[in-house]
C-alpha cells in the first residue's frame, strides 16, 4: 500500500483535538451513517467548528481518516495472522466484524455517496478502500486456496464484492431483532459458497 507524504507532528493541543474529532466521528457515523451532521460531531468532540474545519476542511476528508483507520487495523489482523492458510478467513471475517453494526461503513459500500464539489458525482472513497482491502488479502486468499480451505475461483475483487453483500445484509437487520436470524443464516450460505465443493465451510474453527 503507497504511504502518505510525511507532515509535521501536530502539537499536543492539535493532536488531542484530532483524536478526539476522530473518536466522535466514529461514533456519529456508525450510528447515523455517513450524512449525519458535523455540528453534531464538532459537540461530541467538545471543539468548536473552526476547529473541525480546520483539521478536516470536507466531510470526505474526515471519512477518509475513518477508514484508512479500518484498513489499518485489517492489516495489523493480517500481520498477526501471518503465513497461516486460514489467515484469509480470519481477515474476511474481521472485515465482516468491522461493519456489522457500523452503518457509516455499511453505506460507504452499499449506498450512493452524497456529492460534494471536488466529487459531484459522489464520494469516491469507497473505491479509494477497496483497492487497498484487495491488495490485503490477495497473498492469505492464495494461500488458503492452495491449502483447499477456499474455491480455486475466488478473486480478490470477489471478496470486495462479499462485503458489500454481508453489509446490505446488516442494513438490512440493523434494528429488527427478527431479522438477525435471516442475517446469521445469509452469511451461514455465504460462507460455504466460498467453500471448495465437498468442503467444511470457510469460516469453520474445524478449518482453521
Same mark, same amino acid.
Given at each position: ?18 483524536? *478526539? ?73 474481521? *472485515? ?32 479509494? !478502500?477497496? !483497492? ?17 480451505? !477456499? ?12 462485503? !458489500? ?31 471448495? *465443493? ?11
Amino acid at each position: 500500500m503507497s504511504t502518505p507524504e510525511a507532515t509535521p507532528p501536530l502539537r499536543a493541543d492539535a493532536r488531542r483535538n484530532r483524536d *478526539a474529532i476522530l473518536t466522535a466521528a466514529r461514533q456519529v457515523f456508525a450510528d447515523e451513517g455517513l450524512g449525519a451532521p458535523l455540528d453534531r460531531i464538532a459537540k461530541l468532540a467538545e471543539v468548536g467548528r473552526a476547529t473541525l474545519y480546520r483539521r478536516f476542511p470536507t466531510r470526505e476528508d474526515l471519512v477518509r481518516a475513518i477508514f484508512q483507520d479500518n484498513l489499518d487495523e485489517l492489516e495489523a489482523v493480517a500481520k498477526q495472522a501471518g503465513d497461516a492458510p486460514g489467515a484469509f478467513l480470519t481477515i474476511f471475517d474481521a *472485515a465482516v466484524a468491522q461493519q456489522r453494526d457500523n452503518l457509516g461503513i455499511i453505506e460507504l459500500f452499499t449506498r450512493p455517496q452524497p456529492a460534494t464539489d471536488e466529487h459531484p458525482d459522489g464520494l469516491e472513497i469507497a473505491a479509494q !478502500v477497496r !483497492v487497498p482491502w484487495s491488495e490485503i488479502i490477495r497473498e492469505p486468499l492464495a494461500r488458503a486456496q492452495a491449502a483447499g480451505l !477456499v474455491r480455486d475461483d475466488l478473486e480478490p475483487e470477489d471478496t470486495g464484492a462479499l462485503l !458489500v453483500m454481508t453489509g446490505a445484509l446488516a442494513a438490512g437487520s440493523r434494528g429488527r431483532p427478527e431479522a438477525e436470524l435471516r442475517y446469521t443464516r445469509i452469511l451461514q450460505l455465504l460462507r460455504d459458497a466460498v467453500a471448495p *465443493a465437498g468442503g467444511t465451510h470457510p469460516l469453520d474453527p474445524a478449518a482453521g
